[in-house]
DNA sequence: ACCATAGCGGACTATCGGTCCGCTTAGGAA
DNA sequence: TTCCTAAGCGGACCGATAGTCCGCTATGGT
C-alpha cells in the first residue's frame, strides 16, 4: 500500500470518530464534512471504504478490536458470563456513543444484519441454553441484545433513571433463574 | 375545515398507508411518492401536516385510536396485566409494520421522545413496582419495551426463531417473579 | 351571482450520498 | 539522480430527497 493511501486512511478515520464524538446526532455528520476534516478528497473516502456504510463499519471493527479483543475467559456460571458480555457492550456503547449510534441506524436502520449482531446473538443463545434450557432462548437472546441497544444507552445517558448496569445485571438474573 | 382540505387530508392519509405497508423498508417512500398517490401536490401534505414526522405521527394516532383504544381492562395480577400489554403491543405492529418501523425511525432515529413511549414506560414501571418491587423498575421497563421495538417484531417476521408471543410472555414473567 | 380568501400544487431550493475522470505524485527501475 | 508508469487523488458533477414559495383555483358564505 502506497505510503500516502495509508495516511489518508488513518486521517479519515480519526476524523469521523471525531465528528461523531462530537455531533448530537450521527446524521448531522456529512461525508462531506468528514472529507474536509481529513483534509481530503471526498472521493478518496468512497475509494477507501466503499460507501457511508464502510466507513462506520471499518471504523466499528477498529474500535472493537482496541477494546473488546482481550477477552480473558473467566470461568462462571452461565448467567455470569451473560452478565459480563452485556456489562462489556454496554460500557462499550457508552465509550463510543456516535459510533454506535451511527453504525446501528445504517443497514437501513436495524441492527440485526451487522455481523456482529449475529455472533453475540449465538453467544447468548448458548449461554441461556445452559443456564436454563432452550425455550424461548433465541428471542430471550434478542430481548437481552435489545436491553443494550445504542439508542436506549444514549437515551438514559441524557435522562439517568437509576444506574443502568445494575437493571442490566438485575434483567439478566431474572432470564436466567 | 373546508371540504376539500378534509378529503385531501384523507387521500393523504389513505395513501401513505397503503404504502408503507407495500414497501420493504419506509425510507422508500418518499413524499412525492405519497403526494401522487394521493392525487394531491406536495405542498398540500405539507401544509397539512407540517413535515415526514408529523405525517407519520398523525397516520399513527389515528390507527391507535382505532386499534388501542378499547381497553377493557380485564383486572390480573400486574404481571397478568404486563404481558397482556406487551402483547398488545406486539401484535399491533405486527399489524402495522410499515407504519409503526416509519415512526420509530423517525424522531432523529429513537423511539424515546414519541409522546406514546413515555405513558407506555410509566404503565409499565408501575406495573413493575407493583408486581415485584421498586428496584431498577424504570430499566426494566425500558428494556421490556425494547423487546418490542418494530425492527425486531420485523426481524422475527422475517426470519421466524421460535414462537415470539410465547417468548415474550417468559421474559415478562421472569422479570416479574 | 359574486367575491374574499382558504387552500392548492408544482416549480424551485438546499443538501445529501455517491460517481467520474483529468491531474498529481509515489516509488521502483535504470 | 532521473525517469516513467500507474496507483491514487480530489473536487466538479449527478440524481434523489425533504421542505419552501407563490401565483392560481375553487369553495362556500353573503
Redo the contacts between chains.
Keep these: 500500500m502506497r505510503a500516502d493511501k495509508a495516511r489518508n486512511r488513518e486521517a479519515v478515520l480519526a476524523a469521523v470518530a471525531r465528528l461523531l464524538e462530537e455531533a448530537d ?1 450521527p ?1 448531522e455528520v456529512s461525508m462531506d464534512a468528514v472529507a474536509a476534516a481529513a483534509g481530503v478528497g471526498k472521493g478518496t473516502i468512497f475509494r477507501g471504504f466503499g460507501d457511508r456504510r464502510g466507513l462506520i463499519r471499518t471504523l466499528y471493527d477498529d474500535r472493537v478490536a482496541q477494546s473488546l479483543a482481550p477477552t480473558p475467559p473467566t470461568a462462571e456460571s452461565p448467567s455470569d458470563a451473560a452478565v459480563e458480555l452485556l456489562t462489556r457492550v454496554w460500557t462499550f456503547k457508552e465509550q463510543h456513543r456516535g459510533l454506535t ?1 451511527a453504525l446501528e ?1 445504517e443497514g ?5 444484519q451487522s455481523a456482529g449482531y449475529d455472533r453475540l446473538h449465538a453467544d447468548l443463545v448458548s449461554l441461556i441454553t445452559r443456564g436454563r434450557g432452550p ?6 437472546a ?2 437481552l441484545l ?2 443494550v ?1 445504542s ?2 444507552v ?3 445517558r441524557r435522562q439517568p ?4 448496569l ?3 445485571r ?2 439478566v438474573r ?2 436466567f ?1
Tied chains: 1, 2.
Design positions: 446526532d446524521d449510534l441506524r437501513q436502520g436495524s441492527p440485526y425455550e424461548n432462548a433465541g428471542f430471550l434478542h430481548a435489545a436491553a441497544r439508542d436506549l444514549e437515551h438514559l433513571d437509576g444506574d443502568p445494575a437493571g442490566l438485575d434483567l431474572q432470564v433463574s
